[in-house]
């Protein structure tokens, strides 16, 4: 079974900037995807419907709760 004992030694700012970059990295995945792919199956276009900017959303709020915490 997998565990996290590797992890035990960071401290914990390097444990903090890791979580932070796994919010990341899907951001930059979001960011990446076509305008055609992110609307593909929507009814309209209409900017409340825009994956990326859900996801930019989402993982400001995550970082900046990683941030302050």
């Known amino acids: 079974m997998f565990n996290f004992d590797m992890f035990s030694d960071l401290?914990?700012?390097?444990?903090r900037f890791l979580v932070i970059i796994a919010f990341i990295i899907p951001l930059l995945f979001a960011l990446s995807q076509s305008k055609k792919?992110?609307?593909?199956?929507?009814?309209?276009?209409?900017?409340?419907?825009?994956?990326?900017?859900?996801?930019?959303?989402?993982?400001?709020?995550?970082?900046?709760?990683?941030?302050?915490?």
């Open 37 to 69: 792919y992110i609307y593909q199956g929507a009814a309209d276009m209409k900017p409340w419907r825009n994956l990326k900017l859900w996801v930019f959303v989402i993982v400001f709020i995550q970082v900046l709760i990683y941030i302050y915490f």
């Open 11 to 15: 401290s914990h700012g390097w444990s």
